[in-house]
């Protein structure tokens, strides 16, 4: 019976050392789970906050969408302003360039009519010229009249009798 007991006796120190090899094992086990489970959780915030970030990024672009279409549009729109007015200078300048061939036009209609009436003022001053008197008609009486309150001459001729012969 000793070599049972013996037998037994070993094998129970056996089996205590490997109890205690998977006790430690186990415990191995569960610090790892344990780890394992830290980090699942650390994942999962971390997975959590990614997945906020994500949905502010998300609403983000689509409000710089928003902006971008809107922009694009208030572009649009300037460029259609721009065009139009642009087309507006070009109508005004044409204009313009009009008005000032008509007004050189209207200078030189203007001058030429200057021109004309300087012309006729001297033909009349020149067809009214008026010669000193002669010695003869000097000595005469009343060769000549200036009615009162008129801008006529009278002359007098010496045949008719010193008789009014024409007003100027």
């Given at each position: 019976?000793?070599?049972?007991?013996?037998?037994?006796?070993?094998?129970?120190?056996?089996?205590?050392?490997?109890?205690?090899?998977?006790?430690?094992?186990?415990?191995?086990?569960?610090?790892?789970?344990?780890?394992?489970?830290?980090?699942?959780?650390r994942l999962k915030m971390s997975i959590s906050n990614k997945d906020?970030?994500?949905?502010?990024?998300?609403?983000?672009?689509?409000?710089?969408?928003?902006?971008?279409?809107?922009?694009?549009?208030?572009?649009?729109?300037?460029?259609?302003?721009?065009?139009s007015l642009e087309n507006q200078i070009a109508n005004h300048l044409?204009?313009?360039?009009?008005?000032?061939?008509?007004?050189?036009?209207?200078?030189?209609?203007?001058?030429?009519?200057?021109?004309?009436?300087?012309?006729?003022?001297?033909?009349?001053?020149?067809?009214?010229?008026?010669?000193?008197?002669?010695?003869k008609e000097r000595l005469e009486d009343n060769v000549c009249s200036?009615?009162?309150?008129?801008?006529?001459?009278?002359?007098?001729?010496?045949?008719?009798?010193?008789?009014?012969?024409?007003?100027?």
């Amino acid at each position: 019976m000793d070599v049972i007991s013996n037998n037994h006796q070993q094998e129970i120190s056996s089996l205590s050392t490997k109890l205690t090899f998977l006790q430690n094992e186990i415990d191995n086990s569960r610090a790892k789970i344990t780890r394992c489970e830290d980090d699942n959780d650390r994942l999962k915030m971390s997975i959590s906050n990614k997945d906020r970030r994500i949905e502010e990024l998300t609403r983000e672009i689509a409000i710089l969408k928003e902006d971008l279409d809107n922009s694009q549009a208030e572009s649009l729109r300037r460029g259609n302003t721009i065009s139009s007015l642009e087309n507006q200078i070009a109508n005004h300048l044409a204009t313009i360039s009009h008005l000032e061939q008509k007004s050189r036009e209207d200078e030189n209609t203007r001058r030429k009519l200057h021109n004309t009436i300087q012309e006729l003022k001297g033909n009349i001053r020149v067809f009214c010229r008026v010669r000193p008197l002669l010695g003869k008609e000097r000595l005469e009486d009343n060769v000549c009249s200036f009615p009162e309150n008129s801008r006529s001459l009278e002359v007098l001729t010496p045949e008719a009798g010193l008789v009014p012969n024409k007003q100027v």
